[in-house]
């Protein structure tokens, strides 16, 4: 069970912007995607919430930008669990150019568990939350900033 997660992406044009760097949606979806990679290595893919009446849904999104990516730029999203509690999930991203390891943005998910018949948190089942390690922020991943 993979303490880090590492998702590899190549930058595409169409996720740039006027200015030619990747624009903020395209990092969101980089980090969803991610996300949902992460979850079904650990044995979680959406099949299998979907047979528990449940999903993973987004609260918040927090995201700090470092430096622009550009098409072409082969990036790796590393993602972690910081907390499980009984209802959320807390995960953490930095997203660094492969080339030069330059990291691009830092940012944070609060995931919430929901039941699909009430659209109300649910406490997020123990097999669930033991397929994934936390990542205390002393054990998180550094990077070099350049």
């Known amino acids: 069970m993979p303490n880090v997660f590492h998702h590899r992406h190549t930058v595409l044009p169409d996720e740039a912007d006027r200015m030619g760097h ?16 992460h979850s079904a290595a650990q044995g979680w893919p959406g ?21 622009g990516a550009m098409p072409g730029d082969r ?8 907390t499980m509690r009984k209802v959320t999930s807390l995960r953490r991203y930095r997203i660094v150019r492969e080339a030069d390891e330059k990291l691009l943005a830092s940012a944070e998910t609060m995931w919430a568990f929901v039941d699909f018949t009430t659209g109300r948190p649910k406490r997020i089942p123990a097999d669930v939350a033991q397929s994934f390690v936390v990542v205390d922020a002393s054990n998180e991943p550094s990077f070099n900033s350049q």
């Open 22 to 37: 990747a624009n903020n949606l395209a990092y969101m979806h980089w980090m969803i995607d991610a996300a949902v990679a």
């Open 47 to 67: 099949e299998a919430l979907i047979h528990l009446g449940c999903a993973w849904v987004v609260r918040r999104h927090a995201i700090d930008y470092h430096y």
């Open 75 to 82: 990036i790796v999203v590393q993602t972690w669990v910081a």
